[in-house]
């Protein structure tokens, strides 16, 4: 069965903290990608990576960056969280390739984070 | 990519077929209809995809209109379980960076007994 799990279903932190959210895949996949839910406003881009250490900025990239070092993790970091950062943020894998487009995104649970 | 207007809300009895629509009418030649739902609390979960011809999976069977500016996702026996927000997307094939899902607002399918 397809896995994608993120590090923690709620956190909880302060202003200026780092924050370090992390994803696993165990499909070897080769695309993985971070959005964030907001009510309102639906699913926004924030990242994606498309092979290890390759990143492209999605839609809302400011106040955040991401790591990819190995195939199976990618890590979303908040350098200095802030209030307006407080969201759900949802992990997701795909195949890659040139046909990748048709490949289904497969999603973790998500990561309720709440900065104060 | 194309916009995808869809309906806020809509209600089914359990055990009836639900009909969600969906509107795509600037949809381009080599962009994929795609459904997604997300029940509340979790991540989307892929549903179905299609181009032209109709598709049908174990989960539900989505009907593309002959010019392609309307589709529409059914579930054969609605339950429960599938009261969720169904999220209709447009994407264009192509570059690595092409290669995210634009989430719209969707439509909240409420499932009663």
């Known amino acids: 069965d397809v896995k994608v799990t993120q590090s923690s279903r709620y956190l909880v932190k302060r202003t200026g903290e780092k924050v370090f959210l992390e994803c696993v895949q165990d499909?070897?996949?080769?695309?993985m990608f971070w959005y964030r839910q907001d009510p309102g406003l639906g699913l926004r881009l924030i990242y994606f990576?498309?092979?290890?250490?390759?990143?492209e900025k999605g839609d809302i990239p400011e106040g955040y960056s991401v790591s990819r070092e190995k195939k199976e993790r990618f890590s979303l970091i908040l350098e200095s969280a802030s209030t307006n950062q407080t969201s759900m943020y949802l992990c997701?894998?795909?195949?890659?390739?040139?046909?990748?487009?048709?490949?289904?995104?497969?999603f973790g649970p998500g990561t309720r984070l709440t900065v104060t | 990519d194309a916009k995808t207007t869809q309906p806020t809300s809509m209600d089914c009895a359990e055990g009836r077929a639900a009909n969600l629509p969906c509107n795509h009418s600037?949809?381009?030649?080599?962009?994929?209809v795609y459904w997604y739902r997300q029940i509340h609390s979790q991540g989307p979960q892929y549903i179905i995809h299609?181009?032209?011809n109709n598709e049908t999976n174990e989960m539900a069977s989505l009907i593309i209109t002959e010019d392609r500016k309307s589709s529409t996702l059914i579930l054969p026996h609605a339950t429960l379980r599938d009261t969720a927000v169904y999220y209709c997307?447009?994407?264009?094939?192509?570059?690595?960076?092409?290669?995210?899902?634009?989430f719209g607002k969707g439509t909240t399918l409420s499932v009663s007994s």
């Open positions: 997701a894998s795909s195949l890659g390739g040139h046909y990748s487009i048709t490949y289904e995104q497969y």
């Open positions: 499909m070897d996949h080769e695309n």
């Open positions: 990576s498309y092979d290890v250490k390759m990143k």
């Open positions: 600037t949809i381009s030649g080599n962009e994929y």
């Open positions: 299609g181009l032209k």
């Open positions: 997307i447009v994407r264009v094939a192509g570059n690595q960076a092409g290669t995210a899902l634009i």
